[in-house]
């Protein structure tokens, strides 16, 4: 099994890894195709090199596996994910005043960074996200009794 490379710069003693998993596991199904933890990490740090510098991110992706993506993309960039009850226009609206200038993930604005997963032969392999165990890693809403997002 090849041994995950981290990166001392993203996290500290009590720093955990992104993923866990061996190098060339198949993690998840992307485009028909079986995605190993070496696509994921691909998929990940092209992601989080495309996220404009933002708060929070808004996560909207209805896809799984982008929706995943995602995630481990704030992640490895150390801001939360906000993750709405329903994708209603006023409900959304709510959420980004509550955390304004948070960036939007959806469907399509990820497109580019996730090409389906083809052989990456030749190609180093990324560097293992560390995520400080002080990170804030979601923010979910509730529809609230209120009827307002909590």
Known sequence: MHRL???EATGGPEALPLLTRGWGERIAW?????????????????AMHALPEAPAVLNLCEDRY???VG???ALARGI???LPP???????????????DSAVLSDASLTGALLPPEPLRGMP??????????????????SGSTG???
């Open 5 to 7: 490379r981290s990166t």
């Open 30 to 46: 992307f485009g028909g195709r079986a995605v190993t933890t070496q696509h994921y990490l691909h998929h990940v740090r092209d």
């Open 66 to 68: 982008r929706f995943l």
């Open 71 to 73: 995630l481990g993309a």
């Open 80 to 82: 939360p994910t906000l």
């Open 86 to 100: 329903n994708p209603l226009e006023a409900t959304l609206a709510e959420v980004q005043r509550a955390w304004p």
């Open 125 to 142: 392999p990324p560097a293992m996200p560390l995520i400080r165990g002080d990170t804030l890693a979601a923010v979910l809403f509730t």
């Open 148 to 150: 307002s997002s909590q």
